[in-house]
């Protein structure tokens, strides 16, 4: 799962990074984060705040998808990347349409984002992406509104470690899959969760020696990373 399109090689959450995880057949899922615009449009951003990756101050929220579109942000990780525009997920929904499983992180806390699981779920609808996409988010009772709005819509908790009554959480949210950061993780517990029917994610592993063992855990676990070749190397190598 290449996270944030492949982040490793293009600035992450553009469209340049989602394309170029589209380029190798290796890569079978691709994660990315979404916010809302001030005028209400799903867009692709990771931080709440505009600044690391795009050259404006100020929160995703302060500004309309055509003031957005005017900020540059490529040029912070190459300025072969200069000019990069924040897509919206429209875009990127019409890009990956049949061709690889696409993990779609709500980027919320609390009352942050009214309208943003609906606005999500239609446009997941509106592409048939019903069986393609499926939604995430820390905040899980962003996940709980989605199960609520779009039961049909396959759902993901993100946790950050190993939390008690991992089960319980899920069955509430209707949630099936389970995402974990990679240290977390043991091959028992893996093997376990993925026996009674769950997907196992782990996130992010970037170190190759780290990718290798969890290789090693189960041939269905999922593994989330900014560098999706040093993955595809070492499954080549096998």
Known sequence: ????GWSGRAPENTMA??????????????EIDVQLSKDG??????????????????????????????????SWFNEAFAGEKIPSLEE????????????????TAGDMYPGLEEKVADLIRLYGMEREAYVSSFDHDAVARIHELAPELT??????????????????????????PYPYLTPGFVHEMIEEGYTVIAWTVDNAEHIRQLIDFHP???ICTNHPDRMLELINKA
């Open 41 to 74: 449009v799903p867009v692709l951003m990771h931080d709440f705040e505009l600044g690391r990756t795009v050259n404006a101050s100020g929160t995703v929220k302060d500004y309309t998808l055509e003031e957005l579109r005017q900020f540059d942000a490529g």
């Open 155 to 180: 759902k993901g908790l993100i946790f950050g470690g190993k939390s008690t009554l991992l089960r319980e959480q899920l069955a509430v949210t209707g949630a099936t899959i389970l995402s974990i």
């Open 92 to 107: 990127v929904l019409g890009e990956v349409r049949g061709k690889l499983l696409l993990n779609i992180e709500l980027k």
């Open 1 to 4: 799962m290449a996270h944030r």
């Open 220 to 222: 269905e676990l999922q």
């Open 17 to 30: 990074a989602v394309r170029l995880a589209l380029t190798h057949p290796g890569i079978q899922a691709m």
